[in-house]
């Protein structure tokens, strides 16, 4: 239905409301009439345009600004729905309200554009802040200026979101998502106290994981179980992840592009890779190595598209039920044994992805004799986060510093091996490699 047909249907006997009711006489001059009309169709075209969009205005609104009673809005309005015109202003069909249903609605509504404004005033990345308050709000269907009314709403709402997104999500932490509302709490003078229990200022790791790491041995197990188990797909996956220590969503979207370079160490020459890598957390591209010889091999024919073919969640879980099957095979976890937050094992169960993250870094630390700032530059925005959270200095690293295997390889090999540089780790483990696969005495 046209404005000009809803016109004629008001003019039909349609209870139109009194002010639509056209009053002219054939007394009155032609002109006149057709001059009321084509005003009469204006406001109906102007009420329809201002009750369209992502965030229609409010009946009262509308009736300001064209100059007719709300009564009358509503009435147009309710013809417009019944013509197939107008959409439900709030909701679809599916129950998700209309500023929920993309990004592009909700960074319209102008309690997040003010965030925005405010996050860039204070040089915040406001996109990560608005990205994770687009979760909280859809997870409950909820308008972000009900998480802004008072203390107490705030935490009522996010404590039920915590416990959708944990029934979803076991393996992930909640942590940005806290820092988020937080943050946009703030903002909207609503002071959330550090030590609040329902939304805790505080990071979900104190260092509790710095120590968590697998064996060169560990290592060289996971490579045979995985592919042998689950095929070399997922072996490949692991290597990458193993190497490059990339977050989880990071890993699933990553397209392999590397880089193949050589470096000649004591007159041989070695292979190694180069990838880059953005990280959305961080919001930063990083240059990470390549040096296991064994995932050189995977990754030289790989295609250039996304190294996971499968939907984001799905893949979690499958890649975190690998891990744990194998975290299981080794004595990591015991079938009947529930893991407090804070040890090895709260760890490989709950965030067993992570797991690799924390081993690798601890990995790269002992190539680089224990080196942060070079390790941190892969990975890491300040030294000083790679130290705490995820490869902290221990006593006995001490009496390691200086050692490396490529020139005084120990008769007991034990742990990890250990190195002067990434170039003698490359060596070393190329060396080995090649005796393994026969190809040198």
């Not at 002071?191 to 710095?210: E, F, K, Q, V, W």
């Not at 990458?240 to 193949?260: C, G, Q, S, V």
Request: proline share 5%; charged share 25%.
């Amino acid at each position: 239905m046209s404005v000009e047909q809803l016109d004629q249907s008001t003019q039909a006997g349609d209870s139109p409301p009194i002010d639509t009711v056209d009053t002219s006489t054939d007394e009155q001059p032609t002109t006149v009439r057709k001059s009321r009309k084509i005003a009469k169709r204006k406001r109906i075209a102007k009420v329809l345009e201002l009750s369209r969009g992502a965030f229609p205005m409010k009946p009262s609104a509308i009736a300001a600004i064209v100059g007719i009673s709300p009564g009358t809005v509503a009435e147009y309005q309710k013809k417009f729905r019944d013509a197939g015109l107008l959409y439900s202003p709030t909701v679809e069909t599916n129950g998700v309200p209309v500023y929920l249903q993309n990004k592009k609605n909700f960074l319209a509504l102008p309690v997040i554009q003010s965030f925005i404004e405010k996050c860039l005033k204070d040089k915040l990345d406001w996109k990560s802040h608005v990205n994770h308050l687009f979760v909280i709000c859809f997870a409950l269907r909820l308008n972000p200026e009900e998480l802004a009314k008072n203390l107490d709403t705030t935490e009522k709402h996010y404590v039920t979101f915590e416990q959708k997104y944990h029934e979803a999500y076991p393996e992930r932490t909640d942590e940005r998502h806290r820092k988020a509302i937080r943050k946009f709490c703030t903002y909207n003078n609503i002071l959330i106290p550090d030590n609040n229990r329902a939304i805790p200022g505080t990071t979900d790791s104190h260092g509790d994981y710095s120590r968590v790491f697998l064996t060169d041995t560990e290592i060289d197990g996971a490579f045979e179980f995985i592919e042998k188990e689950y095929g070399l797909e997922w072996a490949t996956i692991f290597g990458l992840h193993n190497e490059t220590f990339m977050r989880p969503a990071t890993l699933w979207k990553y397209i392999p592009k590397i880089d193949f370079q050589y470096v000649e160490v004591d007159g041989q020459t070695y292979e190694y890779g180069i990838t880059q890598v953005y990280e959305n957390k961080q919001a930063k591209l990083y240059d990470k190595l390549i040096i296991d010889p064994r995932v050189i091999t995977m990754v030289k024919n790989l295609p250039s598209k996304p190294i996971v073919d499968l939907p984001h969640k799905e893949w979690e879980e499958k890649y975190s039920k690998i891990l744990k099957s194998y975290y299981y095979k080794i004595g990591k976890l015991f079938e009947s044994e529930k893991y407090k937050k804070g040890t090895d094992g709260w760890l490989y169960f709950h965030r067993p992805i992570y797991a690799i993250r924390h081993s690798s870094a601890v990995m790269w630390m002992q190539r680089t004799n224990f080196n942060a700032q070079l390790v941190s530059k892969m990975g890491w925005e300040d030294p000083k986060t790679l130290d705490k959270y995820y490869a902290r200095s221990t006593v006995p690293q001490l009496m390691q510093m200086g050692i490396c295997w490529w020139h005084n390889s120990p008769k007991q090999r034990l742990g990890r091996a250990i190195f002067c540089s990434p170039m003698h780790a490359l060596a070393f483990m190329a060396t080995e490699y090649q005796k393994k696969v026969g190809t040198i005495a």
